[in-house]
C-alpha cells in the first residue's frame, strides 16, 4: 500500500488534466449559456467560433514570433489573445447583422435559428480551413513545464512524478480571472444587469427601455471572448485542428446542459463534470490501483473503463442521462 | 370642458384581422384614479394595452398631456412618462428586489437613490427583503415590485393591469390603499380590475365595458349606486 504515490499519480493524470479541461469546456460552455440566454438558441457554430478565434491568435502569434516578441516563460500566444478577441467580436457581429438580425425580426422560432447557426458552423468551418489549413498546428512556446516529473521526484522522494505543464497553470489561471471578469460583469454593472434582465423577462425588459440591440451585441462581444479564450488555452494545451475544435461543441453543449442552459454557473459546473468523467472513465487505473492494493490483488489488465477513442460517449451518455432525468440541469436552467 | 391628462378616445383594433376594441374611450385626470371593469372577455385588458400602444388602432387617437402619442412604440411612451404593470410576468424573478427597481430606472440618466427610497418609504416590506430574489416573495409581495419598479421612472401615469390578481383579499385592501397614495403624489392611475366593487370605491371615474365598447361611464361612486350596474356587474 502506497497512498501517497496513488495519490500523486492520480493527481498527475486524472485531476491536473482534468482539471484543465474541465476549464476549457467551462469557458465554452459559458459562452454557449449566454448566447442561450439572451439570444434564445443553442449556437452550433460556436466551436467552429472558437476555432476562428484561436486562427487568429495563432496567426498573430506566429507574426510576433517573426519579431522577435515573447512573453518570456509564458506563452507568446496570451499577447497575440486580445487580437483574437477582437477579430472574433468583430466576425460575430457582422455574422448577427448580416444573418441572425433577420431571423429575429421576423422572431423565428429557436429551432429555425439552430438550423441557421448549423449553416453558420459551415462557413466559418470553412474560413478557417481556407486560411489556416486542416492540418495540427502548435503554438505553444515559452517555458513547457512549471514542475517536471524529475524535479518532483527530487523534491519529494517520491518514485511517482507529479508534472504541471504551463499550459494548464496558464489554463486554469486564466479561466479563472475570465469567469470572474464574467460575474462581476453580470452582477455589478448596468449592462451586465440588464443582460440578465432581458434573459428572465425579455417584454418586461424592453418595457423598461433596455436596447435590446445593445444586450445582444454585448452578448456576442462576450460570446466572442469566451469562445476565443477558451480556444487558445485548448489549443495551447493540446494542439490546434480545426476538426478538433468543431468536435469539442459536443463535449461543451453537455456542460452547458448538465449545468442547466442558461445558468453561468451552471456552465462551469458542467465542465468539470464532463471533463473529469470523461478523464476518469478512459483512464487506465492499474498504476493507482497497484500502489493501493496489496500485491496479491494486483490488478492483471488495465483496469480502463472505455479506450479514449470513445471519450464522446461519456459526454454523449451524461447528456441523455440529464435530458431524462433532470431536464433543466444541475442549477435549473432552461429546459431545452 | 379641458381634454383630460391621458385619453384613448375613440380606440378601434383588435390583435388580428377581428377587431376587438370598436370606438372605445378610455381617460384619465391629472391625480385620479380611473378603473375599467366588465365581464371576462370585455376586452378590458385590450383596452388598456391599446393605450399603451402595445396593439395597432384602426381608428382613434391615444393623448397624453396634450401630445397626441398614437403612433409611439410602448418605449417611446415609456420616455413620454407612461407607466406600465403588466398582469403576468411583471418582476424579473431571477433577479433581486432592487435590481428589479434598478432596471425600472435603466432610462434614467440622474440619480435615481431618491425615488428608491420612495419606493421604500410606500412598500416597507421591499426595503427589507431588497436582496432577496424577487421569485422567492409571496404573491403580494411580488405585485409590489411589480408597481415599484414601474413607480423608478417617475412616471406621470401608472397603469396597472388587474394588480389585485391572486392575491388574498387583504393583501387586496392594502395594496389599494398603496395605489390611493400613489394617486395621491399627483400620479394618474388607470387600471383594470377583477374586483369590481372594491375598485370603484377608490376610483374617480369608472368604465363598464362590454364587448369592446363602452357601457357605462361615470364617477366611481354614481356607478356603484346605479342599480343597473350593480344587477349586470357587481352582483347586486
New interface residues.
Given amino acids: 500500500m502506497d497512498i501517497l504515490n496513488a495519490l500523486v499519480a492520480f493527481l498527475n493524470f486524472v485531476f491536473i488534466p482534468g482539471l484543465a479541461y474541465g476549464s476549457q469546456l467551462a469557458l465554452g460552455a459559458l459562452g454557449v449559456t449566454l448566447i442561450y440566454g439572451i439570444l434564445r438558441f443553442s449556437n452550433f457554430a460556436h466551436g467552429d467560433t472558437m476555432a476562428f478565434g484561436t486562427m487568429v491568435t495563432i496567426l498573430v502569434t506566429w507574426w510576433f514570433q517573426s519579431m522577435g516578441i515573447g512573453f518570456g516563460p509564458l506563452p507568446t500566444a496570451l499577447l497575440a489573445l486580445p487580437f483574437g478577441i477582437a477579430a472574433t467580436a468583430a466576425l460575430l457581429l457582422l455574422t448577427d447583422r448580416a444573418v441572425y438580425r433577420f431571423y429575429r425580426k421576423q422572431k423565428a422560432a429557436p429551432t429555425i435559428l439552430v438550423i441557421v447557426s448549423l449553416g453558420v458552423m459551415f462557413v466559418m468551418n470553412g474560413i478557417v480551413r481556407l486560411i489556416i489549413g486542416v492540418e495540427d498546428q502548435n503554438f505553444a512556446d515559452g517555458a513547457r513545464f512549471l514542475i517536471t516529473a524529475g524535479d518532483f521526484k527530487t523534491m519529494t522522494g517520491l518514485t511517482e512524478g507529479l508534472a504541471i505543464k504551463t499550459t494548464q497553470a496558464v489554463t486554469v489561471v486564466t479561466a479563472g480571472l475570465t469567469v470572474a471578469f464574467l460575474f462581476w460583469f453580470l452582477q455589478k454593472t448596468?449592462t451586465g444587469?440588464?443582460m440578465?434582465?432581458f434573459s428572465?423577462?425579455e417584454?418586461?425588459?424592453?418595457?423598461?427601455?433596455?436596447n435590446p440591440d445593445r444586450v445582444v451585441q454585448v452578448t456576442w462581444i462576450l460570446a466572442a471572448a469566451m469562445a476565443t479564450i477558451a480556444g487558445v488555452l485548448y489549443g495551447l494545451d493540446k494542439s490546434f485542428k480545426p476538426f478538433t475544435y468543431f468536435q469539442l461543441l459536443l463535449p461543451i453543449f453537455a456542460a452547458a446542459i448538465v449545468g442547466g442552459l442558461g445558468s453561468p454557473l451552471g456552465a462551469i459546473a458542467g465542465g468539470f463534470v464532463i471533463a473529469f468523467s470523461e478523464v476518469m472513465v478512459t483512464y487506465a487505473w492499474k498504476k493507482v490501483a497497484t500502489y493501493l492494493l496489496p500485491d496479491s490483488m494486483a490488478p492483471d489488465g488495465l483496469l480502463q473503463l472505455m479506450s479514449t477513442d470513445y471519450k464522446f460517449a461519456v459526454s454523449f451518455s451524461i447528456l441523455i442521462l440529464v435530458l431524462i432525468f433532470m431536464p433543466t440541469g444541475l442549477f435549473k436552467g432552461k429546459s431545452v | 370642458m379641458a381634454e383630460p391628462f391621458l385619453i384613448g378616445d375613440g380606440m378601434t383594433g383588435g390583435y388580428g384581422a377581428a377587431d376587438i376594441l370598436h370606438n372605445c374611450t378610455i381617460a384619465v385626470e391629472k391625480g385620479q384614479i380611473a378603473v375599467i371593469v366588465g365581464p371576462n372577455g370585455a376586452g378590458k385588458s385590450t383596452a388598456m394595452k391599446a393605450v399603451f400602444g402595445m396593439l395597432k388602432l384602426r381608428g382613434g387617437r391615444v393623448v397624453l398631456d396634450g401630445e397626441d402619442i398614437t403612433t409611439l412604440t410602448?418605449?417611446a411612451r415609456?420616455?413620454k412618462g407612461m407607466g406600465?404593470v403588466?398582469q403576468t410576468?411583471?418582476?424579473?424573478?431571477?433577479?433581486t428586489v432592487e435590481?428589479n427597481l434598478?432596471?425600472?430606472a435603466?432610462?434614467r440618466e440622474d440619480g435615481f437613490a431618491d425615488t428608491m427610497a420612495q419606493v421604500y418609504d410606500l412598500f416597507p416590506i421591499l426595503k427589507e427583503k431588497r436582496h432577496q430574489a424577487a421569485g422567492e416573495l409571496s404573491g403580494g409581495q411580488r405585485q409590489q415590485v411589480a408597481v415599484g419598479?414601474a413607480l423608478m421612472?417617475r412616471p406621470k401615469v401608472l397603469m396597472l393591469d388587474e394588480p389585485t390578481a391572486g392575491v388574498s383579499p387583504i393583501v387586496m385592501d392594502e395594496l389599494f390603499d398603496r395605489i390611493i397614495e400613489i394617486a395621491r403624489t399627483g400620479i394618474s392611475i388607470l387600471m383594470v380590475e377583477q374586483n369590481a366593487r372594491q375598485a370603484l370605491e377608490i376610483a374617480d371615474k369608472g368604465y363598464v365595458l362590454v364587448q369592446g365598447a363602452n357601457r357605462f361611464t361615470d364617477t366611481g361612486k354614481a356607478l356603484m349606486a346605479d342599480p343597473e350596474v350593480r344587477r349586470s356587474f357587481l352582483g347586486g
Fill in positions: 448596468r444587469k440588464s440578465r434582465a428572465d423577462n417584454d418586461l425588459a424592453l418595457l423598461s427601455g433596455i | 410602448p418605449q415609456v420616455h406600465f403588466p410576468h411583471n418582476i424579473f424573478t431571477s433577479m435590481e434598478e432596471m425600472g435603466f432610462i419598479r421612472t
